[in-house]
């Protein structure tokens, strides 16, 4: 199983203005959000919060509206727009779930329910930083 960082989440009031400061002061380029397909938001799934999307050519940084209902709506423990995650990206999200349960870490498994074309985990580490797993599908 193969894991790999992928993005930086920072979660904000103003996702114009932070994108601004990232794109504009410190030149990073923007993704355009074409590039992100995302599944339409529902009374119980999804997430329409605006988001904005910069990279320096290798790393993301993935810029998002906050949202404190988010966890509620899909029935999970961690909420991964309240105050932003880092990400890795995996080859086997099967595997990397069995690796979770196998050392006593619980998870919300939100499928492709934010992003059409990724699997998405969210956990905690010791400190309670929330980590994102995904998979491309």
């Given at each position: 199983?193969?894991?790999?960082f992928h993005h930086?989440?920072?979660v904000?009031?103003?996702v114009e ?11 990073l380029?923007d ?9 339409d938001e529902t009374?119980?799934q999804g997430y329409?919060?605006?988001i904005?999307f910069?990279t320096d050519?290798?790393m993301?940084m ?5 949202n404190?209902d988010v966890?509620?709506k899909?029935?999970?423990a961690?909420?991964p ?7 890795f ?6 595997a990397?779930?069995?690796l979770l ?5 619980p998870?919300s498994?939100?499928?492709t ?6 699997h998405?985990l969210?956990f905690?580490?010791?400190?309670g ?6 998979q491309a599908v």
């Amino acid at each position: 199983m193969k894991l790999e960082f992928h993005h930086i989440n920072f979660v904000t009031e103003d996702v114009e203005r932070l994108h601004n400061f990232y794109t504009q002061v410190l030149g990073l380029d923007d993704i355009p959000i074409e590039n992100f397909p995302r599944p339409d938001e529902t009374d119980d799934q999804g997430y329409s919060g605006q988001i904005r999307f910069a990279t320096d050519g290798a790393m993301q940084m993935h810029l998002a509206e906050r949202n404190l209902d988010v966890a509620f709506k899909h029935g999970e423990a961690i909420n991964p727009v309240e105050r932003g995650h880092i990400a890795f990206r995996t080859d086997d999200i099967e595997a990397f779930k069995t690796l979770l349960e196998n050392n006593g870490i619980p998870y919300s498994d939100y499928g492709t329910a934010f992003a059409k074309e990724w699997h998405q985990l969210f956990f905690h580490d010791p400190e309670g930083n929330i980590i994102e797993v995904h998979q491309a599908v």
